[in-house]
């Protein structure tokens, strides 16, 4: 089993930046594994803002490319979400996610953390 912690959410004003992370735990987790972000809007279904595979292969959603940066360090099991330019359609719920295999992330992952919220004021 693996268990996922969020940390670092908050409210913020449009133009700014924030920092999220998540860091992994349990006996099955392994550094091999796809780590990433969701995020739900009110209203809206969530939807994947990036992933980060344990060979290193990023992918972003293009709403978020050229602003968001997700990066790992694989010693510590954490990976980071870094925002910025954020604007208000940013706000939501987001939630750190892991799997196996970058397939097995995009498809639905099996491990999820319990969420941090997202507010970005104008």
């Known amino acids: 089993q693996v268990q996922l912690a969020e940390s670092g959410g908050g409210l913020v004003h449009t133009g700014d930046s924030l920092r999220l992370s998540c860091t992994a735990s349990?006996?099955?987790?392994?550094?091999?594994?796809?780590m990433g972000w969701f995020r739900q809007a009110p209203g809206k279904k969530r939807e994947v803002v990036g992933v980060?595979?344990?060979?290193?292969?990023?992918i972003y959603s293009d709403s978020v490319k050229g602003r968001f940066t997700i990066s790992r360090d694989d010693a510590k099991n954490t990976v980071f979400l870094q925002m910025n330019a954020l604007k208000p359609e940013d706000t939501a719920v987001y939630y750190c996610?892991?799997?196996?295999?970058?397939?097995?992330?995009?498809?639905?992952?099996?491990?999820w953390g319990q969420g941090t919220q997202v507010t970005v004021a104008s």
């Open positions: 349990g006996s099955t987790f392994s550094s091999s594994y796809a």
């Open positions: 996610a892991a799997d196996e295999t970058i397939v097995d992330y995009t498809t639905g992952p099996k491990y």
């Open positions: 980060k595979g344990g060979t290193g292969r990023l």
